[in-house]
């Protein structure tokens, strides 16, 4: 099928804490609304079934739980209820956003899924009930080719937004389509998380996933388009994300991902959208990985120097490592119950410093999960206190075999190379109770490969 996501420059608010009245509200949010309607237009053009926007995309960010009322739509989140916006824009107030995505839709005869702000009265029978009276939400609507709302979904994992509340309990939310089956959906930070995220993929066997989101990247493990791709491919699902472009807020990558390609968008430096088109296979059946033969332990042989560890704070964490020295080599590194083994070589030495990392504990900072991860990095320098920095370029072509006996199956594999580009493993999977990945050479120079593990239990 042909599928369309838009990263978008969203027109934001001047002033996010500023009260408004609804028509500014509105006004505001017509102006990135009809850059979406173009948007839709030129995507239909070429073919695509179905188009993603998104997560903040319409109304922004960093308002008050006051100063987004204005923008908020009035959504009933009720199974029963049929209800085509577009058709029948008259059953329900405040719903001016939702109409004009509803025509959008029917006008061009695509399936649509965008995010905004919706509002729903509460009584204060209701324990959960927020003090004003109503429950604010961060909310994906999907419309199908007839402009009908099919789907509504309520973020649950907010990422300090104080403006929303979460829904009481987690949204299971899927809408079926002609061409592709069944859809799931969820927004961002949500993608780091047991519920909904994977709990709805593997309770209904779901192969494709819509995912606005208004991402920060954060290198060396979690850039968006490093993310989105791991997650296709460790759930071996297609994923249509659509992220925010907005570059001084570190905010960029977008793609279409298949378990064994992807088509993605990432530009720190240029401003404006981007849409991207393309044809991707309904996934049916499951990729197999390719299992080959794992080497034993590391063997202590006794006259050989071993590499020092050291220790370095990447991404709030403070990771065990041991340096990358030498055209080629095994080595190992450990950290609580986790052990992380890594055989490399590479043909050509550049001046280059790399490094094996793990960490096995509670990631605090941003937010609050477990992490087991095994990690092989581009350091920021030649110095080991630059293991762990932001790193975007990279020559050294390296050929490697990543593994570690984690103890969760959740194992998001990483592969990123020079210019925050992607590249496939050859192999992954489970052998002899370890998780391993592996690369043959790596189509430009190496960044990060990782085996980013989450144990949820342990949240």
């Not at 973020?155 to 002609?178: C, G, Q, R, S, V």
């Not at 206190?385 to 490697?400: H, L, M, N, P, Y």
């Not at 496939?424 to 109770?433: E, L, P, R, S, Y």
Request: net charge negative; charged share 15%.
């Amino acid at each position: 099928y042909v599928a369309a996501v838009y990263e978008h420059e969203s027109i934001l608010s001047p002033n996010p804490t500023a009260l408004v009245d609804r028509q500014s509200a509105l006004e505001l949010m017509g102006r990135n609304l009809d850059i979406y309607e173009q948007q839709v237009v030129a995507a239909a053009r070429q073919g695509a079934q179905i188009i993603v926007f998104p997560e903040d995309g319409i109304h922004g960010f960093n308002f008050t739980r006051s100063s987004i009322y204005p923008y908020l739509d009035f959504v009933l989140h009720s199974h029963s209820v049929k209800w085509n916006p577009c058709r029948e824009p008259y059953l329900f107030n405040d719903t001016e956003v939702l109409q004009r995505l509803s025509c959008m839709a029917l006008k061009n005869k695509i399936f649509l899924v965008a995010n905004l702000g919706t509002k729903q009265p509460c009584e204060h029978t209701d324990p959960h009930c927020p003090s004003d009276g109503r429950y604010q939400f961060n909310t994906n609507v999907a419309f199908n080719d007839d402009g009908m709302l099919v789907a509504t979904y309520r973020k649950h994992n907010l990422y300090f937004e104080y403006a929303f509340d979460a829904p009481p309990e987690p949204d299971y939310k899927l809408f079926d389509t002609p061409f592709a089956g069944k859809f799931g959906m969820f927004t961002c930070f949500d993608i780091l998380f047991f519920e909904p995220a994977v709990n709805l993929i593997r309770q209904y066997n779901l192969k494709q996933v819509v995912y606005p989101t208004a991402w920060m990247n954060q290198l060396p493990l979690l850039a968006a388009v490093e993310f989105q791709q791991a997650f296709a491919t460790a759930f071996n699902i297609n994923i249509l994300a659509a992220n925010i472009h907005h570059p001084t807020l570190g905010m960029t990558g977008s793609g279409i991902y298949t378990p064994v390609k992807s088509f993605i968008y990432h530009d720190m430096e240029s401003y404006g959208g981007k849409l991207i088109v393309a044809e991707i296979p309904v996934i049916t059946t499951d990729y197999k990985t390719n299992l080959e033969k794992i080497p034993g332990r590391v063997s202590e042989k006794g006259n050989e120097q071993l590499p020092p560890l050291f220790y370095a704070e990447m991404m709030y964490d403070n990771f065990t490592f041991v340096p990358v020295w030498g055209e080629k080599g095994e080595l190992q590194v450990c950290a609580n119950t986790l052990c992380c083994y890594l055989n490399y070589r590479r043909a050509v030495l550049t001046g280059e410093l790399y490094a094996l990392g793990v960490f096995d504990g509670l990631h605090t900072v941003h937010g609050t999960y477990y992490v087991q991860a095994c990690a092989l990095v581009k350091c920021g320098g030649l110095s080991f206190s630059t293991c762990g920095q932001e790193v975007t370029d990279a020559t050294a072509v390296i050929d490697f075999q990543l593994w570690g006996n984690m103890s969760t199956p959740y194992i998001f594999p990483l592969l990123l190379t020079s210019g925050i580009t992607l590249d496939f493993a050859d192999h992954m999977g489970w052998k002899n109770k370890h998780y391993f990945i592996s690369k043959n050479r790596t189509s430009s120079g190496l960044l990060t490969a990782a085996l980013y593990g989450r144990w949820y239990e342990k949240d």
